[in-house]
Structures are given as C-alpha cells and as structure tokens.
C-alpha cells in the first residue's frame, strides 16, 4: 500500500510534464489547426477565397459574417513572395502567418493609406540582397519578414451589408500571389 | 511484480492525468491574457508572439484564424449585466459605446461560436456602419425574436446565445487604463416562451 503511496508523487509530476508537453506540441501536430487546412486546400501560391464551399460549413460558421476573406500559401524557399488586390472596400485587413498558426505581422488600410494592398513576404536574407541592388519592388510594398519559410497570408475585407459585396468581391478575386527574385 | 505494479501505477496516473487534463483544458482555456471588460472578454494577443502556450494549444485546437494586432479585436460576452446567460427567448438592448475603431461588427451566435442562421434574410450580425446612432452619437440594439424596430438583431428560436463585438482597427489592446475602455451594456428587458 505505502509503495502505491510513494508512486504517487512521480505520477504526478509525469502527469505535469504529458500535460505541458501535449500543450506545447498541439500548434505543431493538431490536425485542425489553421496551418493544417491551409496546407491540405490551398496550393502554393493560388489564391484561395474562404468560402463556406471552400472551408466548409463548421469552419465557416465561426467567421465573422461581414467580412470575406482570401488567403494564400507561400513557400520562400524558392524566393520572396509578393501579394497585391485592388479594390474599393470600406475597410481591408492583412495579416501573415507562420505554421504555428501565429500572426507575424499585419497591416490595414487606414496603416497603409491605400485602398490597394502590395506585401512582400521575405526572409531577412532576400531583404539584404533586395537592399544591396536597390530593388525599387521594396520601396512601394509594404514588407513582413520572417525567417520561417512556409505560412501563409490572409486578407479580410468588411463586408457590412450586400451593397458591399461587390467591392469585397471585387477585391477578393484580384488578390494576386507570386515569387520574385531580386 | 511487487515492484514492478507501483511503477505502473506511477505511469498510468503520469498518461492518465496528463493526457486527460491536456485535453480538458485546451479544450476550453483561451489562455491567460483575458482582457474582461464588464461583460465582454477578448484575448487581444490571440494573434502574436506573446500569446502563451496554452492560448497558442486552444487556437491549435479550435482552428480559427486569430486576429493580428493590426487587424482588431474580437469581445465575447455569454452573460448579461446581472451575470445571467444569455438565451434566445430573452430580450435584450446592448447600449452605449465601443472602445474607438475604425469600424466593428456585432453578431450573435451559440455557446460555441457559431454565427445564428434565421431564415430569409432577418441577420444576426450588424455593422457599425449600419447602426442608427442615437443624438449623442450613443446606440441601442434589440436582440429579440420577435421583430423590433430600429436597431434589431433576431437571435432566432431557443437556445445558449454569445455576443462577439469584433473591432476592426482599434488600439484597445494598447490602451493603458481600464478604466477608460467602454464597452456597451447588455441589459436584459425581459423573457417569453419560445
């Protein structure tokens, strides 16, 4: 009995360490996390509109309504990666993320001062190089660096009623995703 | 085999409990940086390197794409002011003001986030672009299912409800009192069957 007693103490603290190892390892190995369905529905590069047909019904049911969204997944392994829309929406929102599923930068349209959004997504290395020839491609762009090289980019656009789904629709479908090389 | 049985008793309360407490509150626990503000609570960090591993380990789990710093700040509300929850048989008016943003929805959904479907087109969502203001730029919103004028999102038949206000835009996060952060009151009018 005093044997069980003395097993207690260190099934305890092993139960501390599964748990913290569980919840450290989760963002990495939960099948529904967001990096997980960005990597099985969307193509490098192809731009992808989170429609409730694209997501699916659970998943679209816990977005805001009022706005539409577009993501797009890069790889920089291969180069930096430009991602530019047009378009009239009343408000529009960027954020970039890594494959934890974590926001390593964002941006709006009020920040930018244009109705138009142009990122560039690079690892700090491409931005050295893009700054020793003075490519003019990183003047005009906003710039989120990150030395993970795969995530993915997502834009919102504030949809507030149906006489917007034009201009958010609009915006959507010009979302653009493409590598350059400096 | 007497000293093997302890060791496994050790192991199995080491899986049993860490699995199982794992599980129940990543499940469940947003993580530690709630910001509560009367009835309303967000998680401003969801989206950015400070969030702690256990906001990180929910977000995992659930699979919502968080909010980056730039983009806003979502507010989740499950009660009213007296602290009852909130359901869909009960009236209610959210009144007042929201923290300065460029723009904020406010929608209704069940007690796991999922927005209220009402058939024809009855929302249960509004955008502040679209919310009549009263004379001093103040408003009042009737959640109801029955129709209301003015002002008026349909909570749709029975059933838990939640408020989410989501600021778009908005420095709420880096304001450095609490107490100058204003989020609109949720005051319950009264309840009927069905």
């Known amino acids: ?182 | 085999m007497n000293r093997i049985l302890p060791f496994l008793f050790a192991l199995a309360i080491a899986l049993a409990g860490g699995i199982y407490s794992a599980d129940l509150v990543t499940k469940e626990f947003e993580g530690f940086a709630a910001l509560r503000i009367g009835q309303w609570v967000a998680y401003p960090q969801s989206g950015s390197d400070n969030a702690d591993p256990y906001a990180r380990a929910y977000y995992a789990r659930t699979g919502q794409f968080v909010l980056g710093s730039a983009e806003g700040v979502a507010f989740i509300a499950d009660d009213d002011a007296t602290g009852d929850q909130l359901v869909a048989n009960c009236d209610y008016v959210i009144s007042g003001e929201t923290p300065a943003a460029r723009s904020w929805t406010l929608r209704i959904t069940d007690e796991r986030s999922n927005t209220i479907r009402n058939p024809s087109s009855q929302l249960a969502a509004i955008a502040s672009e679209n919310v009549l203001r009263d004379q001093d730029s103040g408003f009042s919103i009737t959640v109801s299912n029955r129709t209301k004028s003015g002002n008026w999102l349909n909570p749709g038949d029975a059933g838990v409800r939640r408020l989410i206000l989501t600021l778009y835009d908005t420095s709420v996060a880096s304001t450095t009192g609490i107490s100058e952060i204003e989020m609109p009151s949720i005051e319950k009018l009264g309840c009927h069957d069905g």
């Open chain 1, 1 to 182: 009995m005093v044997r069980y007693l003395y097993a207690l103490f260190p099934g305890l603290v092993g139960a501390a360490i599964i748990h913290l190892a569980i919840v450290f390892l989760l963002p990495s190995l939960s099948a529904n996390s967001s990096w997980n369905f960005v990597r099985s529905q969307a193509e490098i590069l192809q731009p992808l509109s989170l429609t409730p047909e694209a997501v699916g019904e659970n998943r679209a049911l816990k977005f805001d309504p009022l706005v539409e969204s577009a993501l797009c997944r890069f790889d920089l392994s291969d180069g930096a990666v430009r991602l530019d829309a047009v378009g009239n929406a009343l408000f529009w929102s960027v954020a970039a993320f890594d494959t934890t599923g974590t926001a390593f930068f964002s941006a709006n349209k009020r920040i930018v001062d244009s109705d138009d959004f142009d990122l560039i997504v690079l690892t700090p290395e491409q931005l050295r190089v893009a700054r020793q020839i003075n490519s003019s491609m990183i003047e005009d762009a906003i710039l989120a660096t990150t030395s993970d090289v795969e995530g993915f980019v997502k834009l919102r656009v504030l949809r507030p009623d149906a006489s917007w789904s034009v201009a958010s629709k609009e915006m959507l479908d010009t979302l653009r995703c493409e590598q350059i090389n400096f």
